[in-house]
């Protein structure tokens, strides 16, 4: 766990770039006990564009953890309460950073009313989901560029945030 409490902000347009690049670390270094060479350049492959990225996190709600102004993580989440991102840099894995973002998009979503959130969780993701008291709905095989990726749909209901 980290010692320090990371400082969570508001994604800027700015920041996109570096989100990009820390996904595209996450998927290819910490995932890599998990999914193939294949499946992760599926997932994650070389020419991801910032711009592309910042169309599909324009409707989210994203927040980014930092640790002495250096990117540790992200996660991104919708009006209907998809986790659709949660990805820590490696180099900040297994120290809180996804629960700490996890945590705070939890009490965002609860005081914004809803009732269940849900996601689609990779192997390295699912553990911090069920840490938090999610469940698994049902595994999945989604096709990306003709490569099968497994994923677990995931949900967990939200009671009203206490006064």
């Known amino acids: 766990m980290l010692r320090a409490r990371p400082v969570l902000r508001a994604h800027r347009p700015g920041d996109t770039a570096a989100v990009v690049a820390l996904f ?6 910490t995932a890599a006990s998990h999914y193939d060479t294949a499946q992760r350049n599926a997932w994650a492959p070389v020419d991801l564009q910032a711009a592309d990225w910042e169309t599909r996190l324009a409707d989210q709600h994203v927040l980014l953890a930092e640790c002495d102004g250096e990117l540790a993580g992200f996660i991104a989440w919708d009006d209907d309460g998809l986790v659709d991102l949660l990805f820590t840099a490696p180099t900040f894995g ?13 009490t965002r979503m609860r005081a914004a009313g809803l009732r269940e959130a849900s996601t689609f969780a990779s192997h390295v993701s699912r553990p911090v989901f069920e840490r938090q008291g999610w469940r698994v709905v049902h ?16 949900c967990k209901a939200l009671p009203p945030a206490s006064d």
């Open 24 to 29: 595209r670390a996450a998927v290819h270094e």
């Open 94 to 106: 297994r120290r809180g950073i996804a629960t700490a973002l996890y945590l705070e998009a939890e």
């Open 139 to 154: 595994a999945q095989t989604v096709q990306l560029d003709g490569v099968g990726l497994e994923r677990f749909r995931m």
